[in-house]
């Protein structure tokens, strides 16, 4: 059914999401209203500018630069207005969106007409303890530059380690996901770890491990069986292991915690998965499948005319083939322009058309120039198929200065040795949350002294080594106890071992967060100072007079 609105004044559509599917949205809206100059269009993102996801994992490798996947807003959208704000509500019933507040504490109210919900996916923690705190999200341009960072940081770490045992932690490398975006993170990081890992001394390339986990029978069950099973041949004769039906159960500082109990050591947990929709999403009254929403031939809420979802956060089905779309980034351009078509004719009170579209393929890069693919029924591997990927995404990669900055990138990468640069980023004093497993060292006696752990659930001891005695118990702790304040107290050394008895979850401030509210807070350190000579009395009393405090 059209739902015209009256032409005596302004029409709004605001469009929720600036991803593949939001901003080719405003792209399209831009093109066909061009000559409206009665409707405004506005766009809502967090941050002014468009990734393109699908070359992100160069990005870690160093192929091609930093800022060559992602494009400003403003400049593939002229006609839109943006806002780069978060959204807090979305009140469907009064047409009203509220975005946070700019640099004053007061939040904007939006109207709306038509709405566009491209909200996409975040990353779902559930059920997973410690996958928030200690594992790699790869979503974003900020991740892959964390994660490229981070991988650089372990191998300056690895190459003056003397432990073999920390070294091999340090080298173990775990992608969890075996869909798309895990095959083709863990496929660049391996290139990338084993070539930069030649320039340091110590580093024997044998003790390079990496780990694909996957929850189903085979990687890439979005091509077809013969692709996933060489995407496998060519990854493991690359030296990835690939564990199938394996499922991940959550993870420390320290482990890779799996299903059945086995843990994997290792300082790097790449996750790319799992995924849920946007948490406003939750919160709508429309029809949902699995969190997502539930739309209608033309790509519009049933119950809500003049509101469209578009995208990971939507479940459309094609008008044609009456199969549901796959997440990709090649549909959700489709819906995109289908649903700006459909918007104008609902402006205009013209007919709408339902949604048909047919993937021309898919294809997944391997890395080590090889790629599997799925072209219009025919299957391509190796180096033909990475052609066709590099082709493809260098074909879809909006602006013509970016596709420039990647080709020049691309040249260079040929003919230049890999830069292994690591760019320390200076990270703010910082308040976190840390999740433990039982029988964990939180840190071990004579460890430097870099955080305060204040435990929110779980239960630790403290114990101590001592001349002749060997390892003496000196308390239990749980729920609301403090403790590791001492070492950055005095600037000393660990005074004992914290161990974990249950799994815990601990609030944790860094040494500069916590000199910087004592610094601001006098009293602050007075009750600190309290609290660790009342400790030293208890200690006495167990111990004897030769007793040292707690850490």
Request: proline residues 5%.
């Amino acid at each position: 059914m059209s739902m015209a609105v009256s032409a005596n004044r302004r029409k709004s559509i605001v469009i929720l999401g600036g991803g593949f599917g939001g901003v080719y949205t405003a792209m399209e809206l831009g093109k066909l209203l061009k000559r409206e100059p009665d409707v405004d269009i506005t766009l809502i993102n967090r941050e002014n500018y468009f990734v393109f996801q699908p070359m992100l994992p160069e990005v870690v490798s160093g192929s091609i630069g930093i800022l060559d996947t992602i494009v400003p807003i403003r400049r593939l959208c002229p006609q839109v207005n943006l806002f780069t704000r978060e959204v807090e509500t979305v009140d469907l019933d009064a047409k009203v969106i509220t975005t946070s507040p700019g640099f004053w504490p007061q939040p904007r109210k939006l109207e709306y007409d038509y709405l566009v919900l491209a909200l996409g996916t975040v990353m779902n923690f559930a059920g997973l303890p410690g996958l928030q705190e200690h594992g790699l999200p790869f979503k974003t341009l900020g991740d892959a530059l964390f994660l490229r960072n981070h991988i650089l940081h372990i191998l300056e770490e690895a190459d003056i380690e003397e432990d073999r045992d920390r070294r091999q932690k340090l080298l173990t490398f775990v992608v969890a996901g075996g869909g798309f975006s895990g095959v083709e993170a863990i496929a660049e990081v391996n290139d990338f770890v084993r070539e930069a890992a030649k320039a340091y001394r110590r580093i024997d390339l044998n003790e390079i491990r990496l780990v694909l986990l996957h929850s189903g029978s085979r990687i890439l069950p979005e091509l077809s069986e013969d692709l996933g099973t060489f995407a496998q041949r060519i990854l493991e004769r690359r030296k990835v292991e690939i564990r199938l039906n394996t499922r991940l159960a959550g993870a420390t500082g320290e482990h890779v915690l799996l299903d059945g109990g086995e843990r994997i050591p290792t300082k790097t947990l790449i996750s790319t998965v799992p995924s849920a929709p946007h948490p406003l999403l939750a919160a709508l009254p429309c029809r949902k499948e699995r969190g997502r929403i539930v739309t209608n031939e033309f790509l519009e809420l049933p119950e809500f005319p003049g509101v469209w979802a578009v995208g990971d956060c939507a479940r459309i089905v094609d008008h044609k083939s009456g199969q549901p779309c796959p997440p990709t980034a090649q549909h959700a351009i489709r819906q995109a322009k289908c649903i700006a078509t459909n918007i104008v004719a609902t402006i205009r009170g013209t007919a709408r058309r339902p949604f048909t579209y047919s993937s021309l393929g898919t294809v997944a890069a391997l890395g080590h120039h090889s790629a599997v693919a799925d072209i219009l029924g025919v299957k391509v591997s190796g180096y033909l198929a990475w052609h066709l990927w590099r082709f493809f995404y260098f074909m879809k990669l909006p602006g013509l200065d970016r596709k420039l900055r990647v080709a020049i990138d691309w040249l260079l990468d040929v003919i230049l040795p890999m830069d292994i640069v690591q760019l320390k980023i200076a990270r703010s004093a910082s308040i976190s949350y840390e999740h433990f497993e039982p029988g964990e060292a939180i840190f071990r006696q004579g460890d430097w002294g870099d955080k305060v752990y204040i435990i929110m659930k779980g239960e630790v001891e403290i114990v101590r080594e001592e001349p002749g005695k060997g390892e003496i118990l000196l308390t239990k702790q749980g729920s609301g106890d403090c403790f590791g304040e001492l070492a950055l107290l005095s600037n000393a050394p660990r005074s004992a071992t914290v161990r974990t008895v249950t799994a815990v979850d601990a609030l944790t401030i860094d040494r500069g967060a916590f000199n910087s509210l004592l610094a601001g807070f006098a009293p602050l350190r007075k009750i600190f100072e309290q609290m660790s000579q009342e400790r030293l009395e208890k200690d006495k009393e167990r111990l004897g007079p030769t007793a040292r405090e707690i850490p």
